[in-house]
């Protein structure tokens, strides 16, 4: 096998790990943590939004990280640390644990996570082999989707203390290829033949860019906080709530792929604003019909753009604030999602519940959808190009 796939399946673990489970595991445990102990939805914003705060920090400790043995020792501490946070979950059922642990995993999942697409990409690039990044985020949706299926069939058996750990072990035991294979070192070339050359996407207007992306990190934690809820919460559809999730892991998988290929035809901000426009559909089918068949919809709709619209934005706006777009970027769709949960859950306690939250999340992702179109028109954006790391 050659070093940079067993690099891309090393990254891809790291992202299983940090993202999938890290961040994500919350997601499909919170319906079954809420039956166990009784906390309603406020409490269930404020920890999602406690490891969005996490994950802000750790997003901008992360920038101050220099390549070489500090990034790849600092990639390691992250990825452990975010197994222990969650195995640490399954041993206490305070509050102010929780939301010290969860604070604690966001951290940690953003430097597992930008630490290692940053190491990838660096080899990647430096063999030409740039434009199979993509790949490695598909273990976002992998993580997803597989600590999704096992809430789905050892809940039956296991508390959700005894699946935080079961999640954290399952973790672990990867851990060793994750280290194995995931190093600042040099890569072998190979030829590659028949390749066509890509050209770059000429940038968009950076500040309606950030407010479009900033609205992207509001509008999307409501779903990706409180989906499976939602739907365990609608008559006849509680057996579907896990599924849910597992689907929209499975979207996610080819999603950062397959849209930048979009992207190189039809030009980023093209392609961005088609996923935007997708990604609110499938937020309001959960809101507007109470069946299987929208509620399954609503999750391809969701995981399949929700980390592709990151992977569109970054080549739009990564060179604004001369070169700081990145690290602003980051911030700016951190501080959205931290605020999401914890506004969608005094929604949800009014008299609109869960439907009310998803149709403010999608009315938010429409003010974004407008932002974006104000940013093309300033720009007169219709580019192509190729990829980029997300950052979230």
Avoid at 39 to 46: D, E, K, N, W
Wanted: hydrophobic share 55%; with cysteine; charged share 10%.
């Amino acid at each position: 096998m050659h070093p940079s796939t067993r690099l891309l399946i090393g990254g891809f673990l790291s992202m299983a790990v940090a993202m999938g489970v890290g961040r994500f595991y919350y997601t499909p445990l919170l319906p079954l943590m809420q039956h166990e102990t009784g906390f309603g939805a406020q409490t269930a914003g404020l920890i999602a939004s406690a490891n969005f705060a996490g994950y802000l920090a750790g997003s901008i400790l992360a920038s101050f990280i220099p390549a070489g043995r500090a990034r790849l020792w600092t990639f390691r501490i992250g990825i452990l640390a975010s197994i222990a946070t969650t195995i640490a979950m399954g041993f206490t059922d305070n509050l102010t644990a929780w939301l010290i642990l969860r604070a604690i995993s966001g951290v940690a999942s953003a430097l597992g996570m930008i630490l290692a697409a940053g190491i990838a990409a660096q080899a990647l690039t430096s063999i030409g082999e740039a434009g199979r990044v993509g790949w490695l985020f598909s273990g976002v949706g992998t993580g997803i989707a597989l600590s999704g299926m096992l809430v789905h069939f050892a809940s039956g058996w296991l508390d959700a203390s005894r699946l935080w750990i079961a999640a954290g072990v399952a973790c672990l035991i990867v851990t060793p290829v994750i280290f194995a294979e995931v190093g600042d070192r040099e890569l072998p070339g190979r030829a590659v033949t028949g390749a066509r050359p890509r050209r770059a996407p000429r940038p968009l207007s950076f500040w309606p860019l950030l407010a479009a992306y900033s609205l992207e990190g509001l509008g999307y934690s409501v779903f990706a906080t409180f989906i499976v809820a939602i739907v365990k919460s609608r008559p006849g559809l509680s057996a579907m709530g896990d599924w849910v999730w597992v689907v929209a892991g499975l979207a996610g998988l080819p999603s950062c792929v397959l849209w930048p290929r979009l992207g190189e035809r039809v030009g980023f901000a093209v392609a961005l604003l088609l996923a935007f426009l997708a990604q609110i559909v499938g937020v309001l089918l959960p809101a507007l019909t109470a069946s299987a068949g929208g509620a399954l919809a609503g999750a391809v709709l969701f995981g399949g753009t929700f980390l592709a619209i990151s992977t569109l934005t970054v080549p739009l706006g990564r060179h604004g604030l001369n070169g700081r777009g990145f690290a602003v970027l980051t911030a700016g769709f951190s501080i959205g999602q931290m605020l999401g949960p914890t506004l969608a859950a005094r929604v949800i306690a009014g008299p609109g519940g869960y439907s009310a939250a998803l149709i403010g999340s999608a009315a938010v992702l429409g003010v974004g959808v407008v932002c974006l179109v104000a940013a093309m028109l300033r720009s007169g954006a219709a580019t192509t190009g190729e990829a980029a790391v997300p950052p979230a």
